[in-house]
Each structure stands twice: as structure tokens, then as C-alpha cells.
């Protein structure tokens, strides 16, 4: 474990589910990542970009940020359009990175992000695809509820839908939106509880626009499902986000 220099995460989910935001915020960043192949060859953002109208295409790239270099990201092209050869070299790249014997190529955590902006389709049939068949072995997948914030806009119409007068209703209008959001989590919850490989953890990430919104609680739950105490370390040492999880998990060395 003493080996492995950089903890090392699979960012999945749909195009435009604001996954590069939350990877600044992790980062503590409002520049955009640096790409590298697998050889460790810096790749030029602007051909990847110009390449692919999805983003950083191909999985196997490394992203970092030079605001923390412990962290390294690959990216999963969303696969929501049901391309049977995208699924397949997702799949293969989880089976491969998962278990290599190269300690510092194996992915260590799976962050799946699920938006709010949709929610008339929290959970498609791409999502219950991964869950159902792809089997990622002792690495854990999270669920990254993303873009909560456009709840908001659902919190106002419903209560304007019951007759409420939107101006001077703040206090009702946050009500309503953490009743939306329970919601929907466990809708997602029951949906992807029923499937071959469910995730282990749920977070939803809230204010991730502001250069300063908290990623507190994605490190601890994150720090909470991986199963070895040496991950958990390199986690701890690696993020930025909280100092408290620092002195939590020096208290129980």
C-alpha cells in the first residue's frame, strides 16, 4: 500500500451531469484539468474537445489538476444512447483497472453521478444497465447526486402550482426542495437497490457552482466504503476538503 502514490477515481455518469465542476471542487480548482495518456504523455485539451462534442473521450486518459496532484480521474464517456461498444470498453477498462497487479493503475473508487436537472428520468436504462451488469469487484461505486441546486426551480412551480404566493416564501421554498430531493433519493435508492451490484453509498452535492461549495461529505462517504485501511489514508492525505476528517481518522490511528 506504501506504493501506491495517488488515489485514483472512475467518474461516470451522463454527459452534462456536471462532473468536471465537481471534480474542481474536489480539487479546489476553477481550471480545467490536464489530460495525459496512459502512457503519461500530456494530451492537448483543446484536440480532446475538439475531437468529441462528449468531453474527455477516451477512458483511459488521466485528468488532473495541478491544484492536487493526488488525485487522478478518468473519465467514462456517457453511454446513454445504448452504444453496446462504449458499455463494453467501460466494462473492460472497471475489470482491468480494478484488479491489475500494477498497484498504481488500479481504480480505487467509482463516483457515478446522477444529475437532478432531469428529474423526469433519475434513473434511465443506462443506469440500471451498469448496476445490473457490471460487476466492479472490491471497488466500491457511489452515487453522486448532481445539479440538486435545480430543484429550486421544481420547489417554486410546485408551490405556485398549490396556490403560494413565491415572494416572501423562502423558508417554504428550501422546505420544499429538501422534500423534493429526499424524494428522489430514495427513488434512486429503491430503483438501484434492486439491481445484481447496487452502489455502496449515496451523496448529493449541493451549491457545486460556488468556487467555495463543501465536499466534505463526498470524502467521508467515500472514506467510509473503501475496505482497506491503507485506501482510506490515502484518501484522508490526499483531499482537501476537510480538516475535520483529518482529526477523525488521526483519532482512530
Not at 22 to 45: H, M, W, Y
Request: glycine share 6%; aromatic share 8%.
Amino acid at each position: 500500500m506504501k506504493n501506491i502514490k495517488r488515489f485514483r477515481v472512475l467518474v461516470m455518469g451522463r454527459a452534462n451531469a456536471g462532473k468536471t465542476t465537481v471534480l474542481q471542487r474536489v480539487c479546489n480548482s476553477t481550471e480545467k484539468p490536464e489530460i495525459f495518456d496512459a502512457k503519461g504523455n500530456k494530451i492537448d485539451g483543446s484536440v480532446v474537445q475538439g475531437t468529441s462534442a462528449r468531453g474527455y473521450h477516451n477512458i483511459e486518459n488521466e485528468l488532473m489538476f495541478q491544484s492536487n496532484p493526488g488525485f487522478v480521474f478518468h473519465d467514462s464517456c456517457g453511454f446513454e444512447a445504448g452504444a453496446a461498444e462504449e458499455f463494453d470498453q467501460m466494462k473492460d477498462f472497471v475489470v482491468n483497472h480494478a484488479a491489475t497487479p500494477r498497484v498504481n493503475e488500479r481504480i480505487h473508487v467509482i463516483w457515478f453521478c446522477i444529475p437532478m436537472s432531469e428529474s423526469c428520468r433519475t434513473v434511465t436504462a443506462a443506469e440500471l444497465k451498469f448496476f445490473n451488469e457490471c460487476d466492479t469487484g472490491h471497488v466500491p461505486v457511489i452515487v453522486l447526486l448532481t445539479k440538486v441546486d435545480t430543484l429550486n426551480l421544481d420547489a417554486i412551480e410546485e408551490l405556485e402550482d398549490q396556490g403560494w404566493e413565491i415572494e416572501g416564501a423562502q423558508e417554504k421554498i428550501v422546505e420544499k426542495e429538501r422534500e423534493l430531493l429526499e424524494k428522489w433519493l430514495a427513488h434512486i435508492k429503491h430503483e438501484l437497490g434492486k439491481c445484481k451490484f447496487p452502489p455502496k453509498g449515496y451523496v448529493s452535492l449541493q451549491k457545486m457552482h460556488q468556487e467555495s461549495a463543501d465536499c466534505s461529505a463526498l470524502m467521508q462517504c467515500t472514506a467510509n466504503v473503501l475496505n482497506e485501511e491503507g485506501l482510506q489514508r490515502l484518501l484522508i492525505s490526499t483531499q482537501q476538503s476537510s480538516i475535520a476528517l483529518c482529526v477523525q481518522y488521526a483519532v482512530h490511528e
